[in-house]
């Protein structure tokens, strides 16, 4: 499973940084990222790294939020910097999980999802 944890009350112009860590019997971790979900919007991609470390950003925060990850610990980490009021949105993350088990492959995984962070910018 993954708990997520960083969210809060933020002013614009801010910073925050939501981490990610996942538990459990896991072979392998392949695509980790974060996605939201803003009021009345649907849920949207936000940043995305593989387990070789290539990135992708939506365009709305690409330059300002960094996706990193840490294999040997399983976590994900989003820092997002210039924060504005249209980051507001329950952060989720998200990972393609491997469990373990005999002649686990690609092929056994599914996506895992936290339970959901809020993040509110706000003067």
């Known amino acids: 499973q993954l708990q997520a944890s960083g969210g809060g009350l933020v002013q614009p112009g801010g910073s925050l940084r939501l981490s990610c860590a996942a538990s459990?019997?896991?072979?392998?971790?392949?695509?980790m990222g974060w996605y939201r979900r803003a009021p009345g919007r649907q849920r949207e991609l936000v940043a995305v790294?593989?387990?070789?470390?290539?990135?992708n950003y939506a365009g709305s925060v690409e330059g300002r939020f960094a996706v990193s990850r840490d294999n040997a610990k399983k976590t994900v980490i989003l820092q997002m910097n210039s924060l504005k009021p249209e980051d507001t949105a329950v952060y989720f993350c998200n990972a393609y999980v491997v469990p373990n088990k005999p002649g686990a492959s690609v092929i056994d995984g599914y996506d895992s999802w936290g339970q959901g962070t809020l993040v509110t910018v706000s003067s």
């Open positions: 459990g019997s896991i072979f392998d971790i392949y695509d």
């Open positions: 790294i593989t387990k070789y470390g290539t990135t």
